[in-house]
């Protein structure tokens, strides 16, 4: 049976000046899957997160967001945004609001449910996350881990129909790493539809559906993840993925 496309893009182009930085990215991203985008620094996974997020258009190119083409129908992009959580590699919360509140704080502003209402999706959220017992800390009260699935919460709590994760786990030693990736693996085994950009291949090898390879601005390689991982048919992945696993 075929499943829903939720989000999908086609022939994705994008420039900064004379540097071309996506050169025709072509991604399909189903209801329930867990898609990953590996490559090198610089090859232009971020920029086409931003993109797919509705954070920047594309100079060339289309994006669908469930079937609709979003720059080409008038459409309320913020309304779409909404539906498409987002998880940065720094998650930038609010230092001076409370874990609970730097979660509930979404709800009320765009969502629009009273305090008390958002409060408690809130904290129905942070318990998916683990971490009901530290509601009330402060992002300074709290490790990198922590701040990170803090973020995820903020996301999953918006309801989305997907998740773009760039990086999540970038800026986190091994530990704190794992603390994020468990949580990321538990969502994927609840059918929440994710896109995640990462260099972490044990993730990718146990939770993806599907690998794309990612180089000077195209994806050069797409395959299931044990077949990419560790049989990859161009050079370029070859030489990637034997650092990546040497590293690991």
């Known amino acids: 049976m075929t499943r829903e496309i939720i989000l999908s893009c086609r022939d ?3 420039r900064y000046g004379d540097l071309e930085v996506l050169r025709g990215i072509d991604i399909n ?14 090859s232009g996974k971020s920029t086409l ?12 190119g289309k994006i ?8 080409n ?6 309304k779409l945004r909404a539906k498409i959580g987002f998880v940065f590699q720094e998650p930038s919360l609010f230092r001076h609001l409370t874990a609970l509140d730097n979660v509930a704080l979404g709800l009320r502003v765009v969502l629009k449910m009273d305090k008390e209402a958002a409060r408690k999706k809130a904290m129905d959220t942070l318990k998916l996350v683990h971490l ?34 760039d990086e999540p786990t970038a800026s986190l030693d091994i530990e704190l790493t ?11 085994n609840q059918g929440i539809t994710m896109l995640v950009v990462t260099h972490e291949i044990g993730f990718a090898k146990e939770v993806a559906d599907w690998i794309y390879f990612m180089d000077h601005g195209q994806i050069i390689e797409e395959n299931r993840p044990k077949e990419l991982i560790y049989n990859p048919k161009t050079e370029r992945a070859r030489t990637f993925l034997k650092r990546l696993l040497e590293g690991t």
Do not use: C
């Open 12 to 14: 994705i182009h994008k």
């Open 29 to 42: 991203v189903e209801k329930g899957s867990t898609k990953v985008i590996i490559g090198p620094s610089g």
């Open 49 to 60: 997160l931003r993109i797919l997020g509705l954070l920047e258009e594309p100079d060339k």
């Open 64 to 71: 669908y967001f469930e079937g609709i083409d979003v720059y």
């Open 73 to 78: 129908e008038k459409i309320d992009l913020n």
């Open 132 to 165: 009901e017992r530290w509601a009330d800390h402060y992002p300074a009260q709290l490790s990198g881990g922590q701040q990170q699935r803090v973020g995820i919460a903020r996301a999953l709590a918006m309801d989305p129909d997907i998740i773009l994760f």
């Open 178 to 188: 794992w603390e994020v990736i468990d949580v990321m693996k538990e969502l994927s």
